[in-house]
Structure formats: C-alpha cells, structure tokens
C-alpha cells in the first residue's frame, strides 16, 4: 500500500544526492571562480522535476489493488534491497560455479562491470546454494522491484551498452523464473507452518499466468527508470569526490539519456 511506498529510502536518497551535488558544485565553482564555472553534466532542475514524476507513478503502482491489472506485490513491497546487482556483485560458488570456471578458464563470478570504487567485502547467500551476492555499500530499505529493475540496466555494463538491455522476451522469461521461485518459496513456508511429522507432499506451483508476467514486467521497467535516475545523480556527486580517473559526468549523461528514451518509448506505448 501507500504506507510501504512512503518506508522505502529511493526517492529520499536520490534528493539528497542532487542536493548535495549542487553545494559540492557551488563550491568548486567559488574555488575556481565564475570564468572556470563547470557545466553539470545533468541540470539539477530537470532531474529532480523527473524525479518527482516517477516517484508519483511508481506509488501508484505499488498502491493498486490486487484486482488491478498492473498489480505486483512480489515486487512492490519494501524490503533491504542489495541496490547495485550488477554482473560483479553476483557470484557463482559451489557446483554451478566450478562449471562456469571450467567454461571461461577463470573465476566462478559473472563479468566484472564494477563500477570504480567498489570495494566491500561483505557477503551473503543468495536465493540459491550456487548464488552469493556481495557489496553492500548501497544496500537499504527499497521496493523489491528495484533490484530487478536496476539489474536490467548493468547488462548494459559500465560502458553503457544500451542494445544490451534486455529484450522484451527476455525481460518476459525472467519474470517467469522469479515468480516460480517467489511461489515455490510461499507454497514450502506453507506446508512447513501447517506439516506434522509426515513429509510434505506438495505438488509444485503451476506456472505464473501472463498477466502476472506483464504486471512484472510492467513494474519493473518503471523500476530501470527510477534506476537511471538513481545512478545519474549518484554520478554527479562522485564528479566533485572521487580521486578515479573515471568520467562520471560522461555516465551521469548516458544514464540520463537512456532514462528520456524509455520514457518516451513507455509514453508511446512502445518498450518500457
């Protein structure tokens, strides 16, 4: 519900950071004075008024009866979300692992797109034995959506690749797997609250139905959006803090741009 929406720290935090990118811009801009003025690589102005936009749309959403067509409570609700699943941050351990070692001649982990000042070390088990997802420098109370929306933009990598984005087909097939799993999961808490001491013989769940498929994938497109925006002003601050050589301004501007072409592909009713 709307309650739920309002707990989740995305918005929140993205305001922040556009708020404190424009003090870390005003004071370089002092330093080096008016003749040396840098120019944002996204207005502030246009990002927070896109900003309040989508924060409007995705309550909305999350706040939509279970009658309603576009209805998601798998990714709707708020809970600690990792917020920066990209290739780098999902590794392979165990059987699964050791195969995708034996494929690539290398280590169990996905491609390492990292952005530049990763560096936690802290781990935790994934939904799977063969899953272990790390950094959690980024991790806070978000929509569940979020995590799935933003892990469809990194297939784009750090060079912002946006052919790579996921297919519709894809995206479509990827909501299939989440929402067996979320079912299977619900069905085995099930029989594990009501079970006696006979083993449970529960038939596995019946495959989601393509409403619930579109509602996902519906919902978790507005959630790559929110991602592009997220990323975009974390980009400008890092311009007047990070000692990477890396352009963030650059990143901050492909981020944005990709955010107004799938906005405008959703608003034509094409895409997200």
């Given amino acids: 519900g709307s309650r739920e929406c309002d707990e989740s720290s995305l918005f929140p935090t993205i305001r922040d950071w556009i708020a404190l990118a424009d003090k870390l811009g005003a004071e370089a801009e002092e330093k080096a004075g008016a003749a040396k003025k840098p120019s944002p690589s996204v207005s502030s102005t246009e990002l927070r008024a896109e900003v309040a936009l989508l924060e409007e749309e995705i309550k909305a959403s999350c706040s939509r009866s279970s009658s309603s067509s ?42 390492l797109n990292e952005k530049p000042e990763k560096g936690s070390s802290k781990t ?15 991790g806070r109370r978000c929509h569940a959506g979020f995590d799935v ?46 079970s006696t001491s006979s083993p449970s013989t529960s038939s596995p769940p019946s495959p989601p139905s393509e409403e619930r ?40 501007r492909s981020r944005f741009d990709d955010f107004r072409e799938r906005k405008k592909e959703k608003k034509g009713g094409v895409g997200v």
Avoid at 161 to 189: C, G, M, N, T, V
Avoid at 231 to 249: E, L, N, R
Wanted: glycine content about 10%; some cysteine.
């Fill in 124 to 138: 935790i088990s994934g939904p799977g034995s063969n899953l272990q997802f790390i950094d959690f420098e980024y």
């Fill in 149 to 194: 929306g933003n892990h469809w933009c990194e297939y784009a990598g750090l060079d912002c690749d946006w052919s790579r984005y996921p297919s519709e087909e894809q995206q479509r097939r990827f909501a299939r797997a989440y929402l067996s799993e979320a079912d299977s999961i619900s069905i085995s808490k099930s029989s594990s609250s009501t």
């Fill in 70 to 111: 576009g209805f998601c409570p798998e990714l709707s609700r708020v809970v600690f979300c990792h917020m920066d699943l990209l290739p780098g941050n999902i590794m392979t351990t165990g059987e699964l692992g050791a195969e995708k070692e034996k494929a690539s001649g290398g280590g169990g982990s996905s491609d």
């Fill in 213 to 252: 498929v579109s509602a996902f994938v519906q919902l978790a497109r507005l959630f790559s959006l929110a991602a592009h925006l997220f990323w975009t002003a974390w980009g400008k601050v890092q311009v007047h803090v990070s000692p990477i050589d890396f352009d963030y301004g650059a990143y901050a």
